[in-house]
Each structure stands twice: as C-alpha cells, then as structure tokens.
C-alpha cells in the first residue's frame, strides 16, 4: 500500500482506539457547506490534499480517474486541452479546490439543468472504509451494474460513509458554439418561458433571472449551447439581445463560482423545486435552472420557509448560515422511515460514527 | 462490517405457510394470490430460462396498499420474496425462491400522470418501457432508455436492472432518466427516493437503488423524464474491413468531440445471421458493420452526418450508406434490434452475454472470443453497444446435445473473467441476476461484497428480499475456487493508456 494511504489508514485506525472522530478535508474550500463543523479541539483533519494526480485519462473513452486530492483546476486544464469539460460545471470556490472535494460536495453548476447532476457522471471510486481497506467501486466504463451502484451513493455524501480515494469521471465534449440571449422580463414571465423551452428541442444549457438593479421586472440570461446551426435555430427562438462572448463568459463563470453579488447576501437559502413552480415572491436573488434553483436572500424564520418550499414539493437548504443558529438544521429533516435507512447505512459502513460525524444530519 | 454474516443468504429454516397465508387473505383477495403448479408454472423463469425453480406462491397485488401487506406478512412470517416485472431479465434476477414467493407487479400498470410542459410521467412499475413514449408521443416528448426488449419490459424491471439501450451514450440509461421511486421496504414502510425537485437532501438512495435487483425494496410509483424528440435523425451504415477499423472509427468520431445519438457494431457473423431475416441490405462481405446515428434539427443531422462520413472514410471505410428517410433509418437498425430473435432463427438456442470493456481492448477481446470458439467448440457472433464499450456475444448452442448447456455456460463464463482481465466489468445493463454471481467473486474483494451486503442490510435487515442473488457468500466463491485476482495492479501494464 501506498505510504500516504497506509497514513490514511493509520489515521483510521488511531480514531477507532480513541474515539476522536475525523473530518475530511481536501482544500477546505467547501467546509462551509453542510451542517456546522464540531467545536475545533472535538475531531482531527483527515487531509486527503496531498493524495493528489490524475491516475488515468483516456479522451476517447470520455472517463478521467484522479485522486480525491487532485486540484479540480488541474483536471479542468486538462480537459480543455483536449476539448472536454466536466459537464455538470462545478463550482470553483478558489485554487485549492479539489477533486474529491467537488464530488463529496456533490454540487453542479448552471449546466446542470442540461447535463444532468454530478452524480450522473460518476463511473467508479475507490473508499477507505472504517477498517481502513480500500474499495473499489464501479469502474471507467459507461455502462456497468455489477453489485450496488455504491459510488453514485457517495457522491453527495459529504463524507458520511467514509473518504473517497479515487474517483472516475465521465467527461464531455466542449460544445463547438456558445451564445447568450438577454431577455427583459419579470420573474413570472421568465419562468413561464423557461417550462415552454424546456419540452421543445432548444438547446438551453443555462439560464439565470435576476430582478434588475434599475428597478425593472428583471432579466432572464440564456445560454445555448450546441453546434453553431442548433444554437442558431434557438437564438431566433428564443429572442432577445446577444451577450458578447467575453461578457457571457464572465457572466456564467461568476455564477458557477458564486462569485457574482447574488451570493453575497447573509443567510443564503438554496432552494430547490420541480420544474413549473411559481414565484417564491420572498427574497428571491436569482433563479436558475430555468427556475428549479432559487438563491434566496435574509430568510431568518427557517421553519416557515420549509413549509412553504415542501408544499411545493421542493427542497430548502441553508447554504451559507452566517448569523443562523447552529440549531436550525441545513437540510430538510428527513422522513423518519428514509432517516432509519441513512442511520442503518452509517452504522454498517462506520459503525463507531468516526467519519464526518453530523455532517449532512445531526442523527448520523 | 465484516464482522458480520452475509445476509443475502435466507436463514432461518421453511417458513409457517398456513400462518403467512392467513395474514395475507385480510389484506389480499383471492384473485391477486396463484398457489398450484399449474397457475405458478409460468413464474418459475424469466428470459434466462436455463435458472428455473418453481415458487411457492405467486401475488399479483392491484395497488400499494396490496403490496405493503404482502410484504409486512412476509416479514413477519421470513417469508422469502422475488418482485417480479414483466419477466423479461437476462440474467435470472426474478427466479423465484423454492421456498418463498414471488410478487408480480405487472397489474400496476397504469401510467398515473403525464404532464407535457414539465416533461415528467409518474407511472406504476407494470408499465412497459415502450407505453410511456406511445403515451408521451402526442406532445412531442418521449422516454429515451430503449432496451431491445422495450415492447414488452416494464419501468419497474428497468428501475431494478438500470436498463440501457442503443442509445445510452448521449440520452443515458435508467439512471439518468429516472427522478423519482416510491418504494415499499420489507418492513411494509413507504419511502420516497428522488424528486422532482433537484438535489433531494440526505444520501443519493435513488441511484443507489437503480438497479439494486429487487434486492433492496418493490417500487410502486416511477417518476421519469421524458426529453423533446429530435426534430430528425439519420443513421450512417459503413462497412470495415476489420472491427479494429470500425472501433478505430469510433474513437475519431469521439476524439472529433460528437456523441451519436447511437453506435453500434456489429461483426461479420452477426450481419450474416441476421441478414436473411431482416433483409436490410447489409454488406454480407464486411469484417464489421457500424451504425452511427445523428439526431437533432434536420441542418444539425446534415452537418455530423457529413464530418462522421468523412471520419470513416479517413479510417478505410469500404462502403457507407446514409439512410435517406425514416423507412431506411428503421430498416438499418432492424438488423441490430433483431440479433437476438435471428440467433434464435439460426441456432436452437444461444446464450446471450453482457460484458463492458474499455473500448480500445475491442479487437484483442474479439480475437479471443475467436479462440475460445474453437475451445469451446461453439461458435458466437458479437453485437457490441460501441460507444459505451457494452459487448453482447451471442453463443450458439443445442440444449438437447449432451453437455452443451455446460460448455455454454463455460464459454460465457470464460467471457467475462476475460472482461474483467480487460478492466471491464461482468454485466452492463443485463445486471448479474443468479447468472453471474460466480463472477462476483472474481470482480470484487471479500470486503468490496461486504460492502454490499452492509447495503442490502441497511434496507433489508432480514435478508428476505430477492435473497441468493447478485452477492456471492463467502462459501460459494470458496467452491467456486475463485479468488479476486486482478486488484492492485492494472491489466496489461504494457498497453499505452494516453
């Protein structure tokens, strides 16, 4: 074995004897996402930075397998050397991202809307498990359902069920045009244009609403992407001012990586809803995902907010708590019959509780 | 957790009947539950029919409320249960249990909503694949998954297998297709994995469940996404003088940066066989036959249909042939979606793999299927799902010849430890089922199946639901004589990998 990985190991081992969980880290610029960390003397770092380097790329084959330590930004360069990309787009939150960070996070980025989740691209992984084995799971091939499909399930999982070592990753080509569409409307409006789009053959692969800083209705951005005669066909569809390319790049690359001023505000909401569902009309900042992803701005009263999104059969997490109480849970409670799953899951897979304890949920 | 047994054995002795049948009869009429042989015959296989056990008791429940009971009752009572859909798995996923029951959610078969500017369908698990894009057609919208078997295959058996299809590479299989189940567990409680709303909190329980077998719950509700068909499509037909060639063509069409909607190889005995039953005008002289197939607006379609002719013809492509209307498109990929009922034609019986390699290993795997042929003494033509590396290898043998299942099945055998070697896996879409469980223990470590079992523990603590299935116990890869053999290193370290 590996030496940095018989230290994982070790490490494993050490928390198990004394009881002193760990917390996983890559380049600690996710931490924020997820329930509070525990107070700082309470658990040791499992630092995975150092396991780092892309194990095996195969263009052809569209799958790239890394280590979990591995700069996100080193794969992105990469890829782009040989014309492909992540296609769910995933933030970057600064230079010391990585790799297995992005996919224990789980969160995608504009294209998701078109491309589908992170965790639809997740071929295989390799876990260190509470007896510090290393698993393999999956694989670097498309189609592959030998056994559970566990490295899906750890995508997302924010380290509950032990560390992700490796991890394969379908990869996608760029697409060969690129154009953004400008078009003034209130949110209503926009969101109705957006379910109109969404069952004909346009290829929409982003679009973010935000009310207009000059007090108008607001503006609805659209990204198309495709060869040159398909976004072509949807720019006349769709209508609109075009966005010059330079502008839209900086206009798509600062909401991947929430660096645009939507998220500056305190409390951020992050809602998720089904396609179709009206105008929150609550301190909505920005809609994308043609309207199933809503940033909501100042939210203190959390429970009154969850009621409302769960009628509508959606989803609210507290994204950025700053100034919220450590009480106020991040994510929507679960249903006690799915909650016993995810505690039987964490009791079989880290039975003394040693890995990202309370991470997703206070029970496990 | 290794520490504790696999639970994927059901222990516990012969269940109490009388006791168990009891408790159903409150809950389920006596129209929805077949006891004799005579009505419990037709259950004993799916369409893997080389693994066949007659059940017990078969239950047709007609609603949720059905389900829960039967599968309360066979908790209480460790009553053994394998969820049957439609019947049509590959791999012996829904044999029953000699001592158990088999419940068959064909009669929940009702699509309960279509909603066309959301583009979702919520339906039961009986639905065939084929009825939700007949049903979604009218607006322009369709389900895109198209295993061959899709006329007849149910969204609950696609659920349990992540089906796939031919058109996998670009539109994804059930897995990314599928937002939402609602689930029974073997505790009668009913859970909701997914959503409709991205980003359902807690741990990723939907993709986990897809293609769980029927091992983990019964799904009683399927929400899927269906997508705005292509305005056009047309399909590439180029014949090479090699399957190296072809598979050469492919890797330019990728490294081109074009995802087909389809790509599809076939080898020279396979066009053979299937040609005088579709007559579809296949070049009979070609080492291998690939289908590209573009989709998208009509002026998109011209486009790649022009750079992908260009590709072939670069790689040595003999003859290309472009389908010039709908009628042709169909009539191209007829040889393709009929292999198997033309092997049935040509062969009184065949034997049907589902290895996936990495595609670069395409023509070293094929020149050793070529070799086993003559071990074996049987011979075996391959279609292969080109983009996603997923080979289908049709053996060709005679049941009623002494000793022919077994060589069969040793050639298959030898197949997939051959994909495995390859860095490859076991199954792609036809999952592993009791067909493929030897091969388990060649693929994956002792704790890599604990690991699984820990899952299955996790939503089944009684070891009850589709027990024996997918996960080898420690014992059969023991008789087996299997051990793990290729963690730790990569397969041929000599081949370039950049």
């Given at each position: 074995?590996?030496?940095?990985?018989?230290n994982?190991?070790?490490?494993?081992?050490?928390?198990?004897?004394?009881?002193?969980?760990?917390?996983?880290?890559?380049?600690?610029?996710?931490?924020?996402?997820?329930?509070?960390?525990?107070?700082?003397?309470?658990?040791?770092?499992?630092?995975m930075?150092?396991?780092?380097?892309?194990?095996?790329?195969?263009?052809?084959?569209?799958?790239?397998?890394?280590?979990?330590?591995?700069?996100?930004?080193e794969?992105?360069?990469?890829?782009?050397?040989?014309?492909?990309?992540?296609?769910?787009?995933?933030?970057?939150?600064?230079?010391?991202?990585?790799?297995?960070?992005?996919?224990?996070?789980?969160?995608?980025?504009?294209?998701?809307?078109?491309?589908?989740?992170?965790?639809?691209?997740?071929?295989?992984?390799?876990?260190?498990?509470?007896?510090?084995?290393?698993?393999?799971?999956?694989?670097?091939?498309?189609?592959?359902?030998?056994?559970?499909?566990?490295?899906?399930?750890?995508?997302?999982?924010?380290?509950?069920?032990?560390?992700?070592?490796?991890?394969?990753?379908?990869?996608?080509?760029?697409?060969?045009?690129?154009?953004?569409?400008?078009?003034?409307?209130?949110?209503?409006?926009?969101?109705?244009?957006?379910?109109?789009?969404?069952?004909?053959?346009?290829?929409?692969?982003?679009?973010?609403?935000?009310?207009?800083?000059?007090?108008?209705?607001?503006?609805?951005?659209?990204?198309?992407?495709?060869?040159?005669?398909?976004?072509?066909?949807?720019?006349?569809?769709?209508?609109?001012?075009?966005?010059?390319?330079?502008?839209?790049?900086?206009?798509?690359?600062?909401?991947?990586?929430?660096?645009?001023?939507?998220?500056?505000?305190?409390?951020?909401?992050?809602?998720?809803?089904?396609?179709?569902?009206?105008?929150?009309?609550?301190?909505?900042?920005?809609?994308?995902?043609?309207?199933?992803?809503?940033?909501?701005?100042?939210?203190?009263?959390?429970?009154?907010?969850?009621?409302?999104?769960?009628?509508m059969?959606?989803?609210?997490?507290?994204?950025?708590?700053?100034?919220?109480?450590?009480?106020v849970?991040?994510?929507?409670?679960?249903?006690?019959?799915?909650?016993?799953?995810?505690?039987?899951?964490?009791?079989?897979?880290?039975?003394?509780?040693?890995?990202?304890?309370?991470?997703?949920?206070?029970?496990? | 957790?290794?520490?504790?047994?696999?639970?994927?054995?059901?222990?516990?002795?012969?269940?109490?009947?009388?006791?168990?049948?009891?408790?159903?009869?409150?809950?389920v009429?006596?129209?929805?539950?077949?006891?004799?042989?005579?009505?419990?015959?037709?259950y004993?296989?799916?369409?893997?029919?080389?693994?066949?056990?007659?059940?017990?008791?078969?239950?047709?429940?007609?609603?949720?409320?059905?389900?829960?009971?039967?599968?309360?009752?066979?908790?209480?009572?460790?009553?053994?249960?394998?969820?049957?859909?439609?019947?049509?798995?590959?791999?012996?996923?829904?044999m029953p249990?000699?001592?158990?029951?088999?419940?068959?959610?064909?009669?929940?078969?009702?699509?309960?909503?279509?909603?066309?500017?959301?583009?979702?369908?919520?339906?039961?698990?009986?639905?065939?694949?084929?009825?939700?894009?007949?049903?979604?057609?009218?607006?322009?919208?369709?389900?895109?998954?198209?295993?061959?078997?899709?006329?007849?295959?149910?969204?609950?058996?696609?659920?349990?297998e992540?089906?796939?299809?031919?058109?996998?590479?670009?539109?994804?299989?059930?897995?990314h297709?599928?937002?939402?189940?609602?689930?029974?567990?073997?505790?009668?409680?009913?859970?909701?994995?997914?959503?409709?709303?991205?980003?359902?909190?807690?741990?990723?329980?939907?993709?986990?469940?897809?293609?769980?077998?029927?091992?983990?719950?019964?799904?009683?509700?399927?929400?899927?996404?269906?997508?705005?068909?292509?305005?056009?499509?047309?399909?590439?037909?180029?014949?090479?003088?090699?399957?190296?060639?072809?598979?050469?063509?492919?890797?330019?069409?990728?490294?081109?940066?074009?995802?087909?909607a389809?790509?599809?190889?076939?080898?020279?005995?396979?066009?053979?066989?299937?040609?005088?039953?579709?007559?579809?005008?296949?070049?009979?002289?070609?080492?291998?036959?690939?289908?590209?197939?573009?989709?998208?607006?009509?002026?998109?379609?011209?486009?790649?249909?022009?750079?992908?002719?260009?590709?072939?013809?670069?790689?040595?492509?003999?003859?290309?042939?472009?389908s010039?209307?709908?009628?042709?498109?169909?009539?191209?990929?007829?040889?393709?979606?009929?292999?198997?009922?033309?092997?049935?034609?040509?062969?009184?019986?065949?034997?049907?793999?589902?290895?996936?390699?990495?595609?670069?290993?395409?023509?070293?795997?094929?020149?050793?299927?070529?070799?086993?042929?003559?071990?074996?003494?049987?011979?075996?033509?391959?279609?292969?799902?080109?983009?996603?590396?997923?080979?289908?290898?049709?053996?060709?043998?005679d049941?009623?010849?002494?000793?022919?299942?077994?060589?069969?099945?040793?050639?298959?055998?030898?197949?997939?430890?051959?994909c495995?070697?390859?860095?490859?896996?076991?199954?792609?879409?036809h999952?592993?089922g009791?067909?493929?469980?030897?091969?388990?223990?060649?693929?994956?470590?002792r704790?890599?199946?604990?690991?699984?079992?820990?899952?299955?523990r996790?939503?089944?603590?009684?070891?009850?639901?589709?027990?024996?299935?997918?996960?080898?116990?420690?014992?059969?890869?023991?008789?087996?004589?299997?051990?793990?053999?290729?963690?730790?290193?990569?397969?041929?370290?000599?081949?370039?990998?950049?």
């Open positions: 074995m590996d030496a940095t990985l018989s994982f190991s070790e490490q494993v081992a050490r928390a198990r004897a004394t009881g002193r969980p760990l917390v996983v880290r890559g380049g600690g610029t996710r931490l924020f996402y997820g329930s509070p960390l525990p107070p700082e003397d309470s658990f040791d770092w499992l630092d930075s150092g396991y780092s380097g892309v194990v095996h790329y195969e263009p052809t084959e569209l799958v790239l397998t890394a280590r979990a330590g591995t700069p996100l930004a794969i992105e360069t990469l890829l782009a050397s040989r014309g492909q990309m992540l296609a769910f787009e995933p933030p970057r939150f600064g230079p010391a991202d990585t790799f297995g960070g992005c996919v224990a996070t789980g969160l995608s980025g504009p294209r998701r809307m078109a491309s589908g989740p992170l965790s639809d691209f997740v071929l295989g992984c390799r876990l260190l498990n509470a007896d510090g084995k290393v698993l393999h799971f999956g694989g670097e091939v498309m189609k592959n359902v030998a056994g559970y499909d566990v490295s899906r399930l750890l995508a997302g999982s924010l380290g509950a069920l032990g560390p992700l070592l490796e991890i394969s990753i379908k990869v996608a080509p760029r697409p060969r045009c690129e154009a953004t569409c400008m078009l003034d409307l209130d949110e209503q409006s926009a969101l109705a244009a957006c379910l109109d789009w969404r069952a004909k053959p346009i290829p929409v692969s982003a679009t973010a609403w935000m009310t207009d800083p000059n007090g108008a209705g607001g503006r609805l951005s659209v990204r198309l992407s495709g060869n040159e005669s398909a976004v072509r066909d949807g720019m006349s569809a769709i209508g609109g001012e075009r966005l010059a390319e330079a502008d839209a790049g900086a206009f798509w690359r600062n909401l991947r990586d929430q660096t645009h001023d939507a998220f500056r505000a305190r409390p951020l909401w992050r809602v998720t809803l089904p396609a179709g569902a009206p105008p929150l009309a609550q301190g909505t900042l920005l809609d994308e995902w043609g309207g199933s992803l809503r940033w909501l701005d100042g939210a203190t009263d959390a429970a009154a907010l969850r009621a409302r999104v769960r009628a059969g959606g989803f609210a997490c507290l994204y950025r708590r700053d100034g919220i109480p450590d009480e849970p991040t994510f929507d409670p679960l249903a006690p019959a799915l909650l016993e799953i995810h505690q039987r899951l964490k009791r079989e897979f880290d039975p003394d509780a040693i890995f990202n304890r309370g991470r997703t949920y206070p029970e496990f | 957790m290794d520490a504790l047994p696999a639970v994927n054995e059901h222990r516990g002795g012969t269940p109490d009947l009388a006791a168990f049948m009891d408790q159903v009869r409150r809950d009429p006596a129209h929805c539950i077949l006891t004799g042989a005579d009505q419990t015959r037709a004993e296989c799916d369409g893997l029919p080389l693994y066949r056990e007659l059940p017990r008791l078969v239950f047709l429940p007609e609603n949720e409320a059905q389900v829960v009971a039967v599968l309360k009752a066979c908790r209480d009572h460790r009553v053994p249960v394998v969820p049957r859909g439609a019947g049509t798995g590959l791999s012996g996923g829904a249990h000699a001592e158990g029951a088999v419940v068959s959610l064909a009669k929940l078969n009702r699509i309960l909503r279509l909603d066309p500017r959301r583009c979702t369908a919520v339906v039961g698990p009986g639905v065939r694949n084929l009825a939700i894009s007949e049903a979604a057609a009218a607006y322009g919208l369709y389900y895109a998954p198209d295993p061959s078997s899709q006329i007849a295959c149910s969204i609950g058996g696609n659920v349990a992540n089906a796939g299809g031919v058109h996998c590479l670009k539109y994804g299989q059930t897995v297709n599928v937002l939402r189940v609602r689930v029974v567990t073997i505790d009668g409680e009913i859970v909701e994995l997914g959503s409709e709303a991205p980003d359902a909190p807690g741990l990723n329980l939907l993709q986990a469940f897809i293609g769980s077998e029927g091992m983990l719950g019964l799904a009683t509700e399927v929400t899927v996404r269906l997508i705005p068909r292509p305005r056009s499509a047309r399909v590439v037909m180029a014949s090479f003088p090699s399957v190296e060639l072809a598979g050469e063509a492919v890797t330019r069409i990728i490294a081109d940066g074009i995802i087909p389809g790509l599809e190889l076939m080898d020279r005995r396979a066009v053979n066989m299937v040609e005088p039953f579709v007559h579809a005008d296949y070049d009979l002289d070609a080492e291998a036959i690939l289908l590209c197939e573009s989709d998208g607006t009509p002026e998109e379609v011209a486009e790649e249909i022009v750079r992908v002719e260009a590709l072939m013809r670069e790689v040595g492509a003999t003859r290309l042939q472009v010039a209307s709908e009628e042709e498109r169909l009539k191209f990929w007829a040889g393709r979606k009929n292999a198997f009922p033309a092997a049935g034609r040509i062969s009184p019986d065949f034997y049907c793999m589902d290895g996936t390699i990495p595609r670069r290993h395409l023509g070293a795997v094929l020149g050793e299927i070529a070799d086993m042929e003559r071990q074996f003494g049987m011979r075996c033509s391959n279609v292969f799902h080109a983009g996603d590396g997923n080979l289908h290898p049709l053996i060709l043998y049941a009623n010849r002494p000793g022919e299942v077994e060589r069969a099945e040793a050639f298959g055998a030898a197949i997939l430890e051959l495995i070697r390859m860095g490859g896996t076991i199954t792609g879409e999952g592993v009791i067909e493929k469980i030897n091969q388990m223990c060649a693929q994956f470590t704790e890599e199946l604990d690991a699984f079992s820990a899952v299955k996790a939503f089944d603590p009684h070891g009850l639901l589709n027990p024996l299935k997918v996960i080898p116990t420690l014992a059969r890869c023991a008789e087996h004589g299997k051990m793990h053999v290729h963690r730790g290193e990569m397969p041929f370290p000599d081949l370039p990998r950049f």
